[in-house]
């Protein structure tokens, strides 16, 4: 009977991980996000322990992560070399420390209920948002892959408040939702009490949407002004190397060529595997310059930058900003590299793995925010996995620039999910810091993202296309650029004082609370 109970109580984390995970590419239900922590809030308020309550918040994130990170593994083997028991460890590893987070808040929450009553439930918006942000900086640099707040990354309405709370603005405010909900369900109050909380959560969805409103009228009305190409030569490993040198050779001239005599202002090459570099090569970097001749702005691109740390020889995964007459303007090193996609961390622990870059064994990480200079203004460049990353992002528009270029390689991914979900969560810097954001990449999908973080152009995925659409420079600096994770940061404050507030029931002193549970404990 013991066992029934549990195994049917599991049921709902469970359903709660589940629709979390039907809320983002594949699937893309956003609206399902808005019930789907409903499940298991409503366990973690009956859960009769902490420890229940941290399994209930750790096996729904380990659901929703084991079905959004499923790519994994096959990507660890085909091009990293993993063997396939030693993907699957990794990815499991993965699951389980992003499992950590929603654990951790569901056993916070729980805490504050049994200390100061059922009302505590409605602390859990704060408490996430906290542990969200931790997540994008701990632990291997954080690996913040599909936030809460993503989910709603189709309803341009809802995202425009990224502009002062970053996404985690959106995030609190789908939790903040489910734990109204949540409350409604659970608690055993006059029915005016119990609707208070879905009121207000009506209330500040209302408002975020009129804030949004009013941001896309204004947004929308910037008329971009400038003209970019954007090649996508689906370069692949999986090809002949005389293939992929023809390709990053020939194919992007004939590329251009397919351009006509009306060629737009700027050219961008995305990251594309390595053959040849635009330092050593001569040959190829005459051909590139020649390119970026036959543009009025010239053209931005991708290559391995050379050279030195503490007498060894390094390797930078860089960005090269050409002008029109084919002189290079500006070159920024990659800062924040992937972990076993570009360097491996605690090497002597991951002793089986190897990056799945075959260009060089390891990269090393850039040092500075870089802006460059295209036609006179600044402008600069994220590669690939820095676009999931938010405070990265705005530093470089925080220190002047009017332009994000993205020069990604997803060919890693194949036909999965991770393209479009990386691509989701790049229209959301585009928002926080009303950029365009030009997204070049080497197998798809390839954008120009707006102000408003609509997409105004795209390719198809796994397909050689160009990528044309129009962009301009833009100035104006947002309260996120300038103040960063404030909200964020705020929310990890109030976190901190309550958890200091339940220290002594850590210690076994149990608070009050229990005589504003309704229902049956689980």
């Not at 090393?364 to 600044?378: F, L, N, R």
Request: glycine share 10%.
């Amino acid at each position: 009977m013991e066992s029934a109970r549990i195994s049917r109580s599991a049921l709902l984390p469970a359903a709660g991980g589940l629709l979390c995970f039907l809320s983002f590419p594949p699937a893309n239900l956003g609206w399902l996000a808005w019930l789907a922590y409903v499940p298991l809030l409503v366990f973690v308020a009956r859960a009769r322990s902490a420890a229940g309550a941290f399994a209930g918040g750790f096996l729904a994130g380990f659901v929703q992560f084991f079905g959004l990170l499923l790519w994994i593994p096959a990507v660890l083997v085909h091009y990293g070399g993993v063997p396939r028991y030693g993907s699957w460890l990794l990815y499991v590893l993965l699951c389980i420390m992003e499992a950590a987070y929603p654990a951790v808040a569901s056993t916070l929450t729980h805490r504050l209920i049994r200390l100061r009553g059922g009302l505590s439930l409605l602390a859990f918006p704060v408490v996430f948002v906290s542990l969200e942000w931790l997540r994008t900086y701990l632990v291997f640099g954080g690996f913040p892959w599909l936030l809460t707040g993503y989910s709603q990354t189709a309803y341009p309405g809802l995202m425009q408040i990224a502009d002062v709370t970053g996404v985690y603005g959106v995030t609190f405010l789908v939790a903040f939702v489910n734990a109204s909900l949540a409350f409604a369900l659970v608690f055993r109050m006059r029915p005016w009490k119990v609707l208070i909380p879905v009121l207000v959560g009506l209330v500040l969805v209302v408002g975020v949407l009129a804030y949004g409103g009013q941001a896309l009228q204004k947004w929308r009305r910037v008329r971009p002004e400038h003209t970019v190409a954007m090649l996508q030569g689906n370069i692949s490993f999986d090809e002949p190397a005389g293939r992929i040198a023809w390709k990053a050779r020939e194919g992007y001239s004939r590329m251009v060529e397919g351009l006509g005599a009306e060629k737009p202002d700027l050219l961008v090459l995305p990251e594309a595997p390595g053959i040849y570099s635009f330092e050593r090569d001569g040959e190829y970097r005459e051909r590139i310059t020649a390119l970026a001749r036959q543009f009025r702005f010239g053209m931005i691109l991708n290559s391995i930058r050379f050279g030195e740390e503490t007498g060894a020889p390094a390797y930078y995964n860089s960005a090269y900003f050409l002008n029109g007459i084919g002189e290079v303007r500006g070159v920024y090193d990659k800062i924040h590299l992937v972990p076993f996609g570009e360097y491996i961390p605690a090497r002597s622990l991951f002793f089986f793995a190897e990056t799945i870059t075959r260009d060089v064994g390891g990269f090393s990480a850039g040092q500075s925010y870089e802006i460059a200079q295209v036609a006179g203004k600044p402008a600069n460049s994220i590669i690939c996995f820095e676009a999931v990353f938010p405070r990265l992002v705005s530093e470089f528009v925080r220190r002047g620039s009017q332009l994000i270029v993205n020069l990604t390689n997803d060919g890693w991914y194949g036909d999965t999910a991770a393209p479009h979900q990386h691509l989701a969560m790049a229209q959301w810097r585009a928002v926080e810091n009303r950029r365009y954001l030009l997204r070049a990449t080497n197998s798809g999908i390839s954008a120009v993202i707006a102000p408003t973080g609509e997409i105004r152009a795209r390719t198809p995925l796994l397909r050689e296309a160009v990528c044309s659409g129009e962009f301009a420079f833009i100035a104006e600096d947002t309260l996120y650029t300038r103040h960063g994770d404030w909200f964020a940061l705020a929310c990890a404050i109030i976190t901190g004082f309550a958890l200091l507030a339940i220290l002594p029931l850590l210690r076994g002193r149990d608070g009050g609370g229990d005589e504003n549970l309704g229902g049956r404990k689980e």
